[in-house]
């Protein structure tokens, strides 16, 4: 399916609970656009964020199968590697492990 691309009077028709991303970026109303949501969240200031808004409007509106398998689990449930930021000394510094 092609991109379909909307026009201005188009973008501000859609209602603003259909977007992921902040000023009425990333509509999910499709199953092709959670897929192009997902793919294009790493663009987003805040990807996981939007990665979160685009599985719930597509659990929403019954597009989960739209979501890619890696989408359907909970990578710390999985026991994968957490990550957890902490600061010191006015320095955000990341801390990585089990």
């Known amino acids: ?3 379909e691309h909307l026009s201005a009077a188009q973008r501000r028709a859609i209602p603003s609970r259909e977007f992921a991303g902040p ?3 990333f509509p999910v109303r499709s ?3 959670v897929k192009a ?5 790493g663009h987003a200031a805040n990807p ?3 990665r979160a808004r685009v599985k719930q409007l597509a659990k929403e509106q019954g597009l989960s199968g739209a ?3 890696t989408a359907h ?3 710390a449930a999985k026991g994968s590697t957490r990550s957890s930021l902490r600061r010191g000394n006015g320095i955000m ?3 990585v492990g089990r």
């Open 37 to 41: 949501a997902i793919r294009l969240a």
């Open 73 to 75: 689990t909970d990578k």
């Open 31 to 33: 199953a092709h656009e």
């Open 67 to 69: 979501l890619p398998k």
């Open 93 to 95: 510094q990341m801390r």
């Open 48 to 50: 996981d964020a939007v």
């Open 23 to 25: 000023h009425r970026s």
């Open 1 to 3: 399916m092609a991109a």
